[in-house]
């Protein structure tokens, strides 16, 4: 049986989650308010402060959703309980992030400044070389962080670029002089 989708949801004070039909779930917290539609397949019940989710039969579908479900629903209580963060480094000589407004500019090498603007429900935050996303949806979060990423990925010789704070980098070594 799926370990993870086997185990309840602790649902925090503050927290409600409503489960309509379809199984189109609503979980308000103190951080907002996130709604998904999951699975029909999967039943989902409340009871009393925790959630637990159930599969009907155990083929391979079956058990892979059920996994599914659980992570996702937990991802959104969690999302409006504390939110989630991700945080980017900006390495580089001359490479730069400012933010003003909602516009971040970053200056990576181009001939041009590279602007992006903070989609809705998420906050971007810079602070010296690093760049700091959060927001309570933990796919749109990780998608922008992804987004920042490419527009300059970290290069293995020296090591330039925007990378994750927490990514560790494969350096190569450069060419060698000829004797």
């Not at 308010?33 to 397949?41: A, F, I, S």
């Amino acid at each position: 049986m799926s370990r993870i989708g086997r185990m309840p949801i602790a649902v925090p004070a503050g927290v409600t989650v409503e489960i309509a039909e379809n199984n189109h779930v609503t979980v308000k917290g103190p951080k907002g308010t996130l709604e998904r539609v999951l699975p029909q397949e999967m039943e989902i019940k409340q009871e009393g402060e925790e959630i637990i989710v159930s599969r009907p039969n155990d083929l391979k579908k079956m058990k892979s959703l059920h996994g599914l479900t659980r992570s996702l629903l937990n991802n959104m209580v969690v999302g409006v309980t504390a939110g989630y963060t991700k945080e980017l480094e900006v390495n580089g000589v001359g490479y730069r992030a400012s933010k003003s407004g909602k516009v971040l500019t970053l200056n990576l090498g181009y001939s041009h400044p590279v602007e992006m603007e903070d989609p809705e429900g998420l906050e971007c935050k810079v602070e010296g070389n690093k760049i700091i996303v959060s927001g309570i949806d933990k796919e749109k979060v990780g998608q922008y962080a992804a987004e920042i990423r490419d527009k300059r990925r970290p290069e293995p010789y020296k090591g330039k670029g925007i990378k994750y704070v927490d990514e560790v980098i494969r350096r190569k070594v450069g060419k060698t002089g000829k004797k």
